[in-house]
């Protein structure tokens, strides 16, 4: 069985919504609920970074986009990866983009002190004033680029459209989005909507 570690409002929720999109049985695994998960997680990530998927195998694979891609090649009836080895070549450019521009700009915004020297507030809030303003800017960017390669609301959703509604919903990028490009975010909660998707998100972020 898969054994998917992470915790609420995290990235875990993308990988999570992929394996319900495989159906296959897995158990989430809170590293915030205990000390035990946290230590366990930290064994089998010295960064302790979720989300990190433990294969059926023992193995352990993290980092958001190489986890997806595995789950879209090992179980491609999911629908994550196209068949098409064009539209799975730019499906997987975009989860590539979203993860180098994206994640990590909010990796910056949440933990500002891991990137000074010197981490008074001054430059606390500067670094993360400019990260945000870096990563709406980089959410415009992937609206233009890969608008087409998104879910229309007919077929399934696959790992680029999960990923893209888990990473856009931190830093006021939902916000953001409304305005500046108001078809993307139409396209944004309609993945939210998808009966498959809608209970793994509400489990994350509870309204």
């Not at 090649?73 to 539209?87: A, N, V, Y």
């Not at 001054?122 to 945000?132: D, F, H, P, T, V």
């Not at 609206?143 to 229309?152: C, H, I, M, Q, V």
């Amino acid at each position: 069985m898969y054994q998917l570690y992470g915790h609420p409002n995290s990235g875990a929720a993308a990988i999570e919504a992929a394996l319900e999109l495989c159906a296959i049985p897995y158990r989430f695994i809170d590293v915030a609920a205990s000390a035990e998960a946290a230590h366990a997680l930290e064994k089998l990530n010295p960064l302790k970074q979720i989300p990190a998927l433990e294969l059926p195998d023992g193995s352990i694979l993290t980092e958001s986009a190489a986890i997806l891609i595995h789950l879209g090649l090992t179980f491609p009836s999911s629908g994550l990866l196209p068949d098409d080895p064009i539209e799975r070549d730019q499906a997987i450019r975009g989860l590539v983009y979203i993860v180098s521009n994206c994640y990590s700009a909010i990796g910056i915004i949440d933990y500002p002190e891991r990137w000074l020297i010197e981490a008074d507030e001054a430059s606390r809030e500067n670094l993360m004033a400019g990260a945000r303003a870096r990563l709406h800017w980089s959410w415009e960017v992937f609206a233009d680029e890969f608008s087409g390669e998104l879910y229309l609301g007919e077929e399934t959703p696959g790992a680029l459209d999960v990923l893209a509604a888990v990473v856009s919903r931190w830093a006021g990028s939902r916000e953001h989005l409304r305005n500046a490009r108001p078809g993307f975010y139409a396209w944004l909660t309609r993945i939210d909507r998808h009966p498959t998707l809608a209970p793994v998100f509400a489990r994350h972020w509870p309204t």
